[in-house]
């Protein structure tokens, strides 16, 4: 099965896809070339390619089983209104979209697009699990994941504190130290899916995919 994990930071949501299948053939793109070498060390045997996810999904995409899109969520965030109070306004970034609705028309595989659930009424409808939303191709189930992810609060600073809930939650508190690039390190680990909900994802869309393979097969 050949997956494509785009925006891939350092694999928050791909960090156990091989307890699902282990014969998976993954292909990450990230444009941080500080975390895509740390996406390699931590996951050796993926392919990662130093690039825009955003294009690579066009020239790409019927390479693919399976594609995993997570793109930048900040201008989508509920905190652009109290940048917007402080005089930092900006659009909101229609690069999600394109990717929904490309993927929507044309990629004949399974699909999901993750996102923060935004400040304003999403443009098209998605599925709303914890603090993200979900546009994909099939049915996801109501829990994705059992495990409490730390708290934060957009109103108040990010302490040391819940920077270092974050690490530990995705258990990346060592690989996040060496990391030498100039992205916020807090920063980084907030916007990682809950691997339990990544494997869960994966799992739905593998059975989706071998109920459709039996279909197949018992029609010859």
Known sequence: ???LNLYACLGGNRYKWNEVKEDIEVTAVELDAELARMYQERFPNDKVIVADAHQYLLD???DYDFIWSSPPCPTHSVTNHFLNAQGIVRFPDMKLYEEIIFLQTFFKGK???ENVIPYYEPLISAKKRGRHLYWN???????????????MNCNKNITSKVISGFL?????????KGYKGKQDKGKI????????????????ALGIIRKQDIKQTELF
């Open 1 to 3: 099965m050949k997956i």
């Open 168 to 176: 530990e939650y995705h258990e990346i508190t060592s690989i996040v």
């Open 60 to 62: 790409n995409y019927s």
């Open 137 to 151: 191709n099939f049915n996801l189930p109501n829990i994705l994941s059992t495990r409490v992810a730390p708290n």
């Open 111 to 113: 699909y999901v697009v």
């Open 189 to 204: 680990a907030r916007n990682l899916v809950d691997y339990e909900a990544g494997k869960t994802i994966l799992e739905t």
